[in-house]
T-cell receptor, first 116, second 109 residues
Framework: GAGVSQSPRYKVAKRGQDVALRCDPI?????LFWYQQALGQGPEFLTY????????KSGLPSDRFFAERPEGSVSTLKIQRTQQEDSAVYLC??????????????FGPGTRLTVL | AQRVTQPEKLLSVFKGAPVELKCNYS??????LFWYVQYSRQRLQLLLR??SRESIKGFTADLNKGETSFHLKKPFAQEEDSAMYYC???????????FGQGTRLTINP
């Protein structure tokens, strides 16, 4: 079946613009994660959803970052008033979480955001 | 705070030689450790996890709680092993992964 998909794959924004990044998880996957990967670094956790509930948003760097998953499937990460330090690859991952057990996270190809 | 350290950003070995990618973590509880791999122009994918105790593509990794390490090893490197490798940690009760900075492994012919 299809894996996790993300769009757009590349996004160039002028400083101050708002951007929206989309993630389509694997069908049936309950859990969805967003990570930010700066150049030369490992992925860093941003936020986590279980179905439509955002259970952990401890990694969001500022109130300019907002994520939603209103129907428990597709998720959107929105960044308002983008800054140059927001330039990074944004990774989405999903997993089929079975109660009492955690499962493998499957990653999408990422969206490379460049803020000029 | 939990942390994963991969001390080598770059590692280069010859084909057929043994390879070891180092990973150390800081966490006082019972961790779950993973190795993820990213081949050129591909997405990040799970290579192995310590609870499975299995060998994938000839790679093994043993969790050493005394040394807080989870080094990845392969006795005979192959050219197709060239990739970016990330060690990751999941703490008890959490879902998120904490990643190291990654090691770029290059296998020379």
């Amino acid at each position: 079946g299809a894996g996790v998909s993300q769009s757009p794959r590349y996004k160039v924004a002028k400083r101050g613009q708002d951007v929206a990044l989309r993630c389509d998880p694997i069908s049936g996957h309950v859990s969805l994660f967003w990570y930010q990967q700066a150049l030369g670094q490992g992925p860093e956790f941003l936020t986590y959803f279980q179905n439509e509930a955002q259970l952990d948003k401890s990694g969001l760097p500022s109130d300019r970052f907002f994520a939603e998953r209103p129907e428990g499937s597709v998720s959107t990460l929105k960044i308002q008033r983008t800054q140059q330090e927001d330039s990074a690859v944004y990774l989405c991952a999903s997993s089929y979480r079975v109660r009492g057990r955690t499962d493998t996270q499957y990653f999408g190809p990422g969206t490379r955001l460049t803020v000029l | 705070a939990q942390r994963v350290t991969q001390p080598e950003k770059l590692l280069s070995v010859f084909k057929g030689a043994p390879v070891e990618l180092k990973c150390n973590y800081s966490y006082s509880g019972s961790p779950e450790l993973f190795w993820y791999v990213q081949y050129s122009r591909q997405r990040l994918q799970l290579l192995l996890r310590h609870i499975s105790r299995e060998s994938i593509k000839g790679f093994t990794a043993d969790l050493n709680k005394g040394e807080t390490s989870f080094h990845l090893k392969k006795p005979f490197a192959q050219e197709e092993d060239s990739a970016m490798y990330y060690c990751a940690l999941r703490i008890q009760g959490a879902q998120k992964l904490v990643f190291g900075q990654g090691t770029r492994l290059t296998i020379n012919p």
